[in-house]
């Protein structure tokens, strides 16, 4: 008899416990899969010490596979559950689709960013919940800093250095605090020319700062950043967003570069597609965390609306708190449900929050007792310690060092404004333009990123002026680039264009590198439009490009095959290896200087000093041989099958040093 099928969907706090737990009761006894777009579980408590640069990223971030030794990970977004027929449909990261069977069914999927309807916030702002987005936003606001450092104008520097924090719960007190230390050490180390400071605003529409807790947690709270010079306006939202500031409700305009949105979460739209009972965009499950009329399904986390038992006729709020312990009970009636244990209900009595709020500052009340200043600061991070899952020494070091020695405000460059869109289904990945699973050409009117999701702005969060490159992409991630973007081509000119027809990842664009040659010549004639030197004026094999040392085509391939560089301008139809997704999405044009030794990389060149190949023959995508065209250099051999484009002068029938 085979083993009963367990899948989870989704590894927050919820689904983590659950698979943990599970793996310990069932002991081999089941087949347990986990589903979640990334490889770790994020303890998101920690995210604003990572944007402030306390904590490395990989300190936040628990291995799955490593502390999960006995359940499957399969890394994947789940599209949809197919209820009847036990099977949830998942997207691979490199676009590849499954199917999962399943016959008992955890949905455990969290919770996404909460978009209200206020003119341009879906286009300027950014959330924060996930890695890429704290990564994002410590960039930005270092370059921020560094920019308004460098800047005459009064008026610029002010807008510059101005960051705007929407939302005074939980998340939104914890980034102001801790933006408000990191940006005053910058400007302790580089003064700005116009003697001005950096400065924070936090806005809510709620009386008081962390309106869900405790009233001495709150003035603690306000007090500390209030100290820091953090302008804590209550009663107050943004009323309008634009690339040059923000309006407000009370109608003032602020001029800012900088707009956080942290005003609360909704739960991951997956649920909502199943047509089952729901309170408030949340499944409706028992006590024991089981949906009622079906057996196999529970559900935990912020996608279910849990009963709470100690004040009967309301739901347990969607905090990690709970969702940690949801795991452990649904965990627990998973099992019962296979003959393994007795089931439980779920029931929870507050045992108190901690707020850190920079450096030794934090409120606290354990037990209920209300704390501050050190000794809440100390209960804090002990607590934090305890509750992390893996790498407490490591994060224990981190702040130690944090401590004694001065902060590395440096930018990395790592996350774009485009790759963390406000309106996304899963903020814990990073969106990556020219994705093979979807591709930007098939996006409709309406601006489908790829993705999947729907928005009616364009992702990206930062205006056309904001964006290096200048003119902003003009619908999505991936999608045609505007004539300004870094790369200075649109799409259809770039690496990565249209796919092949025909082909594995379909028709390539007629001036693409990786494309069939130009005029069905041996060597095929380079794009025009393409960075790397002048083009191959129709002989065989290409005039070799100027500025480019070597005398190497201006392509850098032999018979408009690959680059040396390994890049394609076609994506394989098996979504494999995604950086030859990343390599189609906008870059910056490294070649297009026309210094000489810099060959481009966009172009796929070959690096300065080296020969290219000889081909064995003549390309397989070459039709017949067309007219060579006017006669090579006098300093060349004339070319043929046997001898490679370029300064080859031996003539003893061996190949020269370096050639193939």
């Excluded at 905090?319 to 627990?332: F, I, N, S, Y």
């Excluded at 030794?360 to 991070?381: C, H, I």
Aim: overall charge positive; charged content about 25%; proline content about 11%.
């Amino acid at each position: 008899m085979s083993r009963p099928r367990i899948v989870i969907v989704g590894a927050g706090f919820a689904g983590y416990r659950t698979a943990r737990t599970l793996s310990r009761l069932t002991r081999h006894q089941a087949d347990i899969t986990l589903l979640n777009p990334t490889d770790y579980f994020l303890y998101l408590p920690l995210l604003p010490q990572v944007a402030a640069g306390i904590l490395e990223p990989r300190r936040v971030s628990v291995s799955l596979s490593g502390t999960l030794p006995h359940v499957r990970l399969v890394l994947g977004e789940a599209d949809g559950i197919d209820l009847d027929g036990h099977t949830v449909r998942y997207t691979g990261p490199e676009g590849e689709e499954g199917t999962l069977p399943f016959d008992r069914l955890v949905l455990a999927a969290g919770s996404v960013n909460k978009l209200l309807p206020i003119p341009g916030v879906a286009e300027h702002a950014h959330g924060f919940r996930g890695l890429p987005e704290a990564l994002y936003l410590r960039d930005h606001v270092t370059r921020q800093v560094e920019l308004a450092a460098a800047a005459d104008d009064r008026a610029e520097c002010a807008a510059r250095c101005t960051f705007v924090v929407v939302g005074a719960g939980y998340t939104g007190t914890e980034v102001a605090a801790h933006g408000a230390m990191y940006t005053d050490a910058q400007v302790r180390k580089h003064p700005m020319r116009t003697g001005m400071r950096p400065r924070w605003m936090l806005l809510d529409v709620a009386p008081r700062v962390l309106p869900e807790m405790d009233e001495r947690l709150s003035r603690t709270a306000e007090r500390v950043l209030r100290q820091r010079g953090v302008d804590v306006r209550m009663g107050t939202s943004v009323k309008e967003a634009t690339h040059d500031g923000v309006v407000l409700t009370d109608g003032s305009t602020v001029d800012t570069r900088t707009l956080v949105w942290c005003v609360g979460v909704r739960p991951d739209p997956l649920v909502e597609a199943l047509g089952l009972p729901m309170e408030r965009g949340r499944l409706l499950v028992d006590p024991h965390l089981q949906v009622p009329g079906r057996p196999e399904l529970f559900a935990c986390g912020d996608v279910a609306a849990v009963p709470d038992l100690n004040q009967p006729g309301q739901y347990t709020p969607m905090t990690a708190q709970h969702a940690w312990r949801h795991g452990k009970v649904c965990a627990q009636n998973v099992a019962a449900s296979l003959g393994i244990g007795e089931r439980r209900a779920y029931r929870h009595r507050d045992m108190g929050f901690v707020v850190d709020l920079g450096g030794a500052k934090a409120a606290a009340n354990p037990l209920g007792l209300p704390m501050s200043g050190p000794a809440a600061g100390a209960v804090t991070r002990g607590y934090h310690l305890a509750a992390m899952p893996g790498n407490r020494v490591r994060v224990a070091a981190d702040w130690l060092l944090d401590a004694v020695l001065p902060r590395q405000a440096v930018q990395l460059g790592l996350v774009r404004s485009w790759s963390v869109p406000l309106e996304s289904s899963s903020p814990e990945v990073a969106r990556v333009p020219g994705r093979p699973d979807r591709p930007a050409k098939d996006a409709g009117p309406t601006g489908q990123r790829p993705g999947g999701e729907q928005t009616k702005h364009r992702p990206g969060g930062e205006s056309a002026r904001n964006r290096p490159g200048g003119a902003p992409e003009k619908g999505r991630p991936g999608a045609e680039s505007a004539t300004n973007q870094p790369g200075g081509e649109p799409a259809k000119n770039q690496p990565g264009g249209e796919p092949v027809k025909g082909r594995p990842g379909g028709e390539s664009a007629k001036n693409q590198p990786g494309a069939e040659p130009a005029k069905a010549q041996p060597g095929g004639e380079p794009a025009k439009n393409q960075p790397g030197g002048e083009p191959a004026k129709n002989q065989s094999g290409g005039e070799p490009a100027k500025n480019q040392p070597g005398g190497e085509s201006a392509g850098g391939r032999s018979h408009g095959g690959r680059a040396k560089g390994g890049q394609s301008g076609s994506l394989r139809a098996s979504g494999k290896p995604r950086r030859a997704a990343e390599a189609a999405g906008p870059r910056p044009d490294r070649g297009g200087s026309g210094k000489p030794g810099k060959a481009s990389r966009a172009a796929g060149a070959g690096s300065a000093g080296k020969r290219p190949t000889a081909p064995s023959g003549p390309s397989r995508s070459a039709g017949p041989p067309a007219d060579p065209g006017p006669e090579p250099p006098a300093h060349q051999p004339p070319p043929g099958p046997d001898i490679a484009p370029g300064p080859v002068k031996r003539t003893d029938g061996r190949a020269a040093e370096g050639d193939s």
